[in-house]
């Protein structure tokens, strides 16, 4: 998908809708049921949509399960969001609102969808609705569940990023694979292969701590 272009837009402006309404479920009492309709649809919607398209990929695109499993980081964020909607904790809700919404926020901005053909369209449907539920979701339970994460915080959620970065990539050497990224960048983004991968490694930390930094910001003032 080219940067910017109308289609691109248009996912952008539906992802910003439906962070605003995230955060506007906080006129809602806690009680209501409108919260918990609004989590077990998301959880649903997601939850379909992920099961079916790797049915997909695996069954009818015959894409080798090691390259089909679910190990990318907005793949985890996905597992961590499901426990967000299902126990609402608040240690999996300030995942999903650090490395949750900033990966996934990463992938909106800069979409790598790979399929071609009749299945392209699908294909982008599927992957926005899931990197746009976890954007939301994160703000949902942050400012629409009044779930104020404390500052060390953005520390553990940074220190999870790089530990899973390291543990998944003694995994890729040994299947082939490049979950996360972490041997190359995104082949769809055309623009990041003019570099060398360590700096694009070194970019993309710097990105999460200084946008796990910002997104604390609103908080500051609340501490003691």
């Given at each position: 998908?080219?940067?910017?272009?109308?289609?691109?837009l248009?996912?952008?402006?539906v992802?910003?809708?439906?962070?605003v309404?995230?955060?506007?479920?906080r006129r809602?009492?806690?009680?209501?049921?409108g919260?918990?309709?609004?989590?077990?649809?998301?959880?649903?919607?997601?939850?379909v949509?992920?099961?079916?398209w790797?049915?997909?990929?695996?069954?009818?695109a015959?894409v080798?399960?090691?390259?089909n499993?679910?190990?990318h980081?907005?793949?985890i964020?996905v597992f961590?969001?499901?426990?967000?909607?299902a126990t609402d904790?608040?240690?999996?809700?300030?995942?999903?609102y650090?490395p949750?919404?900033?990966g996934?926020?990463?992938?909106?901005?800069?979409?790598?969808?790979?399929?071609?053909g009749a299945?392209r369209t699908?294909a982008?449907i599927r992957y926005?609705?899931?990197?746009?539920?976890?954007?939301?979701?994160?703000?949902?339970?942050?400012?629409?569940?009044?779930?104020?994460p404390?500052?060390?915080?953005v520390l553990?959620s940074y220190?999870?990023v790089?530990?899973?970065?390291v543990?998944i990539t003694?995994l890729?050497l040994?299947?082939g694979?490049n979950?996360?990224?972490?041997?190359?960048?995104?082949k769809?983004i055309?623009?990041?292969q003019?570099?060398?991968?360590?700096?694009?490694v070194v970019?993309?930390s710097m990105?999460?701590l200084?946008l796990f930094?910002?997104m604390?910001?609103?908080?500051?003032?609340?501490?003691p």
């Amino acid at each position: 998908m080219e940067l910017l272009s109308t289609r691109h837009l248009f996912w952008l402006g539906v992802t910003v809708l439906f962070v605003v309404g995230c955060i506007n479920m906080r006129r809602l009492p806690l009680t209501c049921r409108g919260h918990k309709l609004f989590k077990v649809s998301v959880f649903s919607l997601v939850l379909v949509s992920e099961f079916c398209w790797f049915g997909y990929r695996h069954i009818v695109a015959d894409v080798a399960l090691v390259r089909n499993l679910p190990l990318h980081l907005c793949d985890i964020s996905v597992f961590v969001m499901f426990v967000a909607l299902a126990t609402d904790s608040r240690r999996f809700a300030e995942l999903s609102y650090f490395p949750g919404v900033v990966g996934a926020l990463l992938a909106v901005c800069l979409p790598a969808i790979s399929e071609s053909g009749a299945i392209r369209t699908i294909a982008e449907i599927r992957y926005f609705v899931t990197h746009i539920a976890l954007v939301g979701i994160g703000f949902y339970f942050t400012f629409g569940r009044h779930y104020r994460p404390p500052v060390r915080a953005v520390l553990r959620s940074y220190a999870a990023v790089h530990v899973y970065a390291v543990v998944i990539t003694p995994l890729n050497l040994l299947l082939g694979t490049n979950y996360f990224f972490t041997l190359s960048a995104p082949k769809q983004i055309a623009f990041i292969q003019h570099y060398p991968h360590w700096l694009f490694v070194v970019a993309v930390s710097m990105t999460f701590l200084i946008l796990f930094s910002l997104m604390y910001l609103p908080f500051v003032r609340q501490d003691p």
